[in-house]
């Protein structure tokens, strides 16, 4: 009967599987298949003939080396300085008591609340005032910004036990001493799950990039894939399909080689990025 | 009297070193943004010439213009499929995982469109969806079984289904992953008792497993209508608005009037209504959880 209902539930998660790899395994192929075939027999599987040059020519085409170096270092200056000025202001709200604390951590609780369409117009607006229009600051600014970051590493401050703070006091640390030495330390759980969190929502980050860039060479990835496929789609999958295998399997390596803390981390904070 | 310590004095001016930078963010960023998106609702401007003051007149355009109607509508229908769909198969999903052994390979599957951009997602499956009786979905449907399906990326009544298995498809995992959490939470005795007690499998999901997993359902569900309503990459990729009014959501009309037609106030004003839904929207939820959600004393 146990046994039974394995074969059963194994069937149903092996069809969610199948059905989550198709549209992988479809781009896959898709990117080595040549215009002819695609014209010819739109409907087959398989490429016949099995053809890479769509790789180079697209290489050729777009600067995706360019657009990888922008959105890698984009991520990384934003994920350094959000965890940093993160763990900071949370620091202060789970163990300096202040007066207005309360009230404080409440309006971060309510900003996050305002979705990006809401700020969008006037940070547009207050951007290109500061010239920062077409610049990656007008990305990485903005991103830092993040009370959900306040939010979440106050969680994991609050666990680490007084005690460590008392002991070091007594031998004479001051608070910043006390935050670099044991804050930072003790919650790097958080600051993993954090990192995770703020570097998708960076590197997958569409709207902004959108509504902020206008010169190719500063293009992120996702900017980048998307105005290739709005000149070029639908005219030859095969090099649009190229691009996005280019895009999508590096993140797909780095996840797998990672997949157990990053997996545990979106569990345990229960929310992504998005 | 005595003096105010000294630890006290310096601990608030530690309090404004730390909190400084985050700070600053919020009010340049967040806060400042936000009421100069309320002023600029009342306003008509195009970034270039004068502002001028007009009341209420952009809201008034707004909920009297059918089109932005048709927008609100559209917003409310990709909700109505895609959090109910996607939040029912995430728990079976979750269920069934839970259920077996070597869940781990499933588990990464399940997650690889989470880690995937949106705009990889829309670019993939506009290959899968479009493209006619010359698409691989329609055409292999059509030579199989000889049923024409509908174009699903250009029909404006279509392509609100395909933009709901696209999302579902896309954050499934992420639903399934902290389901999976979650449902680890639960006692395996409590489970044991309720069998011992007779319950069935259907009996034990019920009255044991529901209500427990109750918090993280309700947590999952405010998230996903916020970012339900708040959708836009995948949709702007997928199904290009411009040509399909069927698609054309609130945000999507937020960018237009601000980034096509640069007109800023009724801009600011549609985000306005979009960040009044969801907050009434959220706040129901609140409401409704005291009767549908178990927290354990």
Redesign the interface.
Same mark, same amino acid.
């Given at each position: 009967m146990t046994h039974r209902r394995q074969i059963l539930l194994h069937a149903v998660l092996t069809l969610g599987g199948l059905i989550t790899l198709f549209p992988f395994v479809w781009m896959m192929l898709t990117s080595f298949k040549g215009v002819s075939q695609m014209i010819n027999e739109p409907l087959a599987w398989l490429p016949s003939p099995w053809r890479s040059q769509n790789y180079p020519d697209v290489l050729d085409e777009v600067p995706i080396g360019r657009a990888y170096w922008n959105s890698m270092y984009i991520a990384a200056v934003t994920v350094a300085a959000t965890l940093f000025t993160g763990a900071m202001a949370a620091y202060a709200f789970a163990r300096i008591p202040f007066r207005g604390s309360g009230p404080l951590f409440g309006l971060f609780l309510a900003t996050q609340m305002v979705p990006a369409q809401v700020t969008i117009v006037p940070l547009y607006i207050m951007l290109a005032k500061l010239q920062l229009i077409d610049s990656h600051l007008a990305l990485i600014l903005p991103a830092i910004a993040n009370p959900f970051a306040v939010f979440l590493l106050r969680q994991f401050i609050r666990a680490v036990p007084v005690e460590l703070e008392d002991a070091a006091r007594i031998d004479g640390a001051n608070r910043w001493t006390i935050f670099w030495r044991i804050i930072l330390p003790n919650i790097r759980p958080g600051l993993w799950t954090l990192g995770i969190i703020v570097f998708l929502a960076s590197w997958n980050s569409y709207f902004f990039p959108l509504v902020f860039l206008n010169t190719p060479d500063l293009f992120t990835i996702p900017l980048l894939l998307d105005s290739f496929n709005s000149q070029r789609g639908g005219v030859d999958y095969g090099l649009t399909a190229a691009l996005s295998a280019m895009t999508v399997v590096p993140m797909l390596i780095a996840f797998l080689i990672g997949q157990r803390r990053i997996l545990n981390s979106m569990a345990s904070s229960g929310l992504g990025g998005r | 009297m005595s003096a105010e310590p000294l630890w006290r004095r310096? *601990?608030?001016r530690?309090?404004v070193?730390?909190?400084a930078?985050?700070?600053l963010?919020?009010l340049?960023?967040?806060?400042?943004? &936000?009421g100069? +998106?309320i002023v600029?609702s009342f306003m008509e401007w195009d970034?270039l010439g004068d502002t001028t003051w007009v009341g209420l007149d952009n809201f008034r355009a707004l909920l009297t213009d059918p089109g932005f109607g048709r927008a609100v509508w559209n917003t409310v229908k990709i909700g109505l499929i895609t959090v109910p769909g996607g939040l029912v198969l995430a728990l079976l999903?979750a269920l069934? &995982?839970h259920?077996?052994?070597g869940r781990t390979?499933?588990? !990464? #599957?399940?997650? =690889?469109?989470?880690?995937?951009?949106?705009?990889? !997602?829309s !670019?993939?499956?506009?290959?899968?969806l479009?493209?006619g009786s *010359?698409? #691989?979905l329609n055409?292999?449907v059509q *030579?199989l079984f000889g049923v024409t399906l509908p174009s699903w990326l250009e029909d404006p009544t279509w392509v609100v289904p395909a933009i709901a298995v696209v999302t579902i498809?896309s /954050?499934?995992?992420?639903n399934v992953? #902290?389901f =999976? +959490?979650g449902l680890a939470t639960i006692p395996a005795n409590l489970i044991e008792a309720a069998r011992i007690d007779g319950a069935g499998p259907w009996q034990t999901l019920r009255s044991v497993i529901l209500p427990l997993l109750s918090p993280?359902v309700f $947590?999952?569900l405010v998230?996903s209508v #916020?970012?339900s $309503?708040?959708a836009? *990459?995948l949709i702007?990729?997928l199904v290009?608005p411009d040509h399909n009014e069927g698609a054309q959501t609130i945000?999507y009309k937020?960018?237009q009037q601000? $980034?096509r037609e640069f007109r800023?106030g009724l /801009?600011?004003a549609a985000? =306005?209504i &979009? =960040?009044v839904l969801? &907050?009434v929207v959220?706040a129901v939820q609140f409401k409704a959880q005291k009767r549908f959600v178990h927290y354990e004393s």
């Amino acid at each position: 009967m146990t046994h039974r209902r394995q074969i059963l539930l194994h069937a149903v998660l092996t069809l969610g599987g199948l059905i989550t790899l198709f549209p992988f395994v479809w781009m896959m192929l898709t990117s080595f298949k040549g215009v002819s075939q695609m014209i010819n027999e739109p409907l087959a599987w398989l490429p016949s003939p099995w053809r890479s040059q769509n790789y180079p020519d697209v290489l050729d085409e777009v600067p995706i080396g360019r657009a990888y170096w922008n959105s890698m270092y984009i991520a990384a200056v934003t994920v350094a300085a959000t965890l940093f000025t993160g763990a900071m202001a949370a620091y202060a709200f789970a163990r300096i008591p202040f007066r207005g604390s309360g009230p404080l951590f409440g309006l971060f609780l309510a900003t996050q609340m305002v979705p990006a369409q809401v700020t969008i117009v006037p940070l547009y607006i207050m951007l290109a005032k500061l010239q920062l229009i077409d610049s990656h600051l007008a990305l990485i600014l903005p991103a830092i910004a993040n009370p959900f970051a306040v939010f979440l590493l106050r969680q994991f401050i609050r666990a680490v036990p007084v005690e460590l703070e008392d002991a070091a006091r007594i031998d004479g640390a001051n608070r910043w001493t006390i935050f670099w030495r044991i804050i930072l330390p003790n919650i790097r759980p958080g600051l993993w799950t954090l990192g995770i969190i703020v570097f998708l929502a960076s590197w997958n980050s569409y709207f902004f990039p959108l509504v902020f860039l206008n010169t190719p060479d500063l293009f992120t990835i996702p900017l980048l894939l998307d105005s290739f496929n709005s000149q070029r789609g639908g005219v030859d999958y095969g090099l649009t399909a190229a691009l996005s295998a280019m895009t999508v399997v590096p993140m797909l390596i780095a996840f797998l080689i990672g997949q157990r803390r990053i997996l545990n981390s979106m569990a345990s904070s229960g929310l992504g990025g998005r | 009297m005595s003096a105010e310590p000294l630890w006290r004095r310096r *601990d608030r001016r530690w309090a404004v070193v730390f909190l400084a930078p985050q700070l600053l963010g919020l009010l340049v960023f967040l806060v400042g943004p &936000l009421g100069f +998106a309320i002023v600029l609702s009342f306003m008509e401007w195009d970034g270039l010439g004068d502002t001028t003051w007009v009341g209420l007149d952009n809201f008034r355009a707004l909920l009297t213009d059918p089109g932005f109607g048709r927008a609100v509508w559209n917003t409310v229908k990709i909700g109505l499929i895609t959090v109910p769909g996607g939040l029912v198969l995430a728990l079976l999903l979750a269920l069934a &995982l839970h259920g077996v052994r070597g869940r781990t390979a499933y588990r !990464v #599957i399940y997650f =690889l469109p989470v880690v995937t951009s949106s705009v990889a !997602v829309s !670019v993939i499956w506009q290959m899968i969806l479009g493209g006619g009786s *010359d698409g #691989i979905l329609n055409g292999t449907v059509q *030579d199989l079984f000889g049923v024409t399906l509908p174009s699903w990326l250009e029909d404006p009544t279509w392509v609100v289904p395909a933009i709901a298995v696209v999302t579902i498809w896309s /954050s499934l995992g992420l639903n399934v992953v #902290i389901f =999976l +959490a979650g449902l680890a939470t639960i006692p395996a005795n409590l489970i044991e008792a309720a069998r011992i007690d007779g319950a069935g499998p259907w009996q034990t999901l019920r009255s044991v497993i529901l209500p427990l997993l109750s918090p993280t359902v309700f $947590f999952t569900l405010v998230v996903s209508v #916020i970012s339900s $309503f708040q959708a836009f *990459d995948l949709i702007y990729v997928l199904v290009n608005p411009d040509h399909n009014e069927g698609a054309q959501t609130i945000v999507y009309k937020v960018y237009q009037q601000g $980034f096509r037609e640069f007109r800023f106030g009724l /801009s600011s004003a549609a985000a =306005l209504i &979009l =960040l009044v839904l969801t &907050l009434v929207v959220t706040a129901v939820q609140f409401k409704a959880q005291k009767r549908f959600v178990h927290y354990e004393s």
